[in-house]
């Protein structure tokens, strides 16, 4: 096998949808698999993969227990050369995905690559990253309430960010054998840095390729209330985060 794509979710069947469409052509793709895995979700979303898509790997879990552990429980289940990560907010095409591919087996330096991601207005989301600190999140929150947004810059070329968010994770098989699964203290947050900083610390490289590109409709769910349960989780995994690595700043 050299593909396994792997996507979850949680009560969002809308976006879904649009997702696995855009993932028809895997079926002309002899050596890939998809596996989805349901995390907690009470929309129908189950039942909707096993009458339309019955060549997809289906993982029931009984309750949202986090990104990081549902994204591992699907991860478990792969067999793949490469791990695609991919967010079902996410409208994927051929030709990214071939792309991401190729360049992986050209550098085999490298253990995760992701592309551009941007939204249905061609906006382009940044997600090639520095590593989460208390300082950068102060100054994130501080422009959500001011409402600046933070201006993107498309590089020329593919290089190292510190990490890629895990919407969209192009993962070398080695990599995840080297540095483990992704840390399920994380319930929701920085699981994709925590990542990504062990993948570099097992001397992989984490590349950003901007010449292939995805649509991701991006939703902050923490946004949409600072003071609900799931922001607090996020919160929580973020200050774990910092001191599990020393990322104060």
């Given at each position: 096998m050299r593909l396994s794509i792997?996507?979850?979710s949680w009560n969002?069947?809308?976006?879904l949808e649009i997702c696995l469409k855009s993932l028809r052509f895997?079926?002309?793709?002899?050596d890939t698999?998809?596996?989805w895995v349901d995390n907690g979700s009470t929309d129908g979303a189950s039942q909707f993969i096993k009458k339309n898509y019955p060549y997809i790997q289906r993982i029931i879990l009984p309750e949202n227990r986090g990104v990081a552990y549902a994204r591992n429980r699907g991860i478990e289940k792969t067999s793949g050369k490469y791990i695609l990560l991919l967010d079902d907010d996410t409208v994927a095409n051929k030709e990214a995905l071939y792309g991401?591919?190729?360049?992986?087996?050209?550098?085999?330096?490298?253990?995760?690559?992701g592309c551009r991601l941007t939204n249905a207005r061609n906006e382009i989301q940044k997600s090639?990253?520095?590593?989460p600190g208390?300082?950068?999140?102060c100054r994130n929150i501080f422009r959500s309430y001011t409402q600046r947004k933070e201006k993107t810059f498309l590089p020329i070329s593919e290089y190292e960010p510190e990490y890629l968010i895990g919407a969209c994770q192009l993962i070398r098989r080695e990599a995840i054998n080297a540095a483990g699964l992704l840390d399920e203290h994380i319930f929701y947050g920085p699981e994709d840095a925590d990542f990504c900083l062990r993948v570099r610390n097992c001397k992989f490289k984490v590349v950003y390729l901007p010449q292939f590109s995805i649509v991701h409709h991006w939703k902050r769910v923490t946004n949409r209330n600072i003071f609900s349960r799931l922001a607090f989780k996020h919160i929580r995994a973020l200050f774990y985060f910092y001191k599990k690595h020393h990322r104060y700043f």
């Open positions: 792997v996507i979850i969002s069947l809308p976006y895997i079926q002309e793709w002899e698999e998809i596996i991401m591919i190729a360049y992986m087996e050209s550098h085999t330096e490298t253990g995760i690559c090639d990253k520095e590593y208390i300082g950068v999140k």
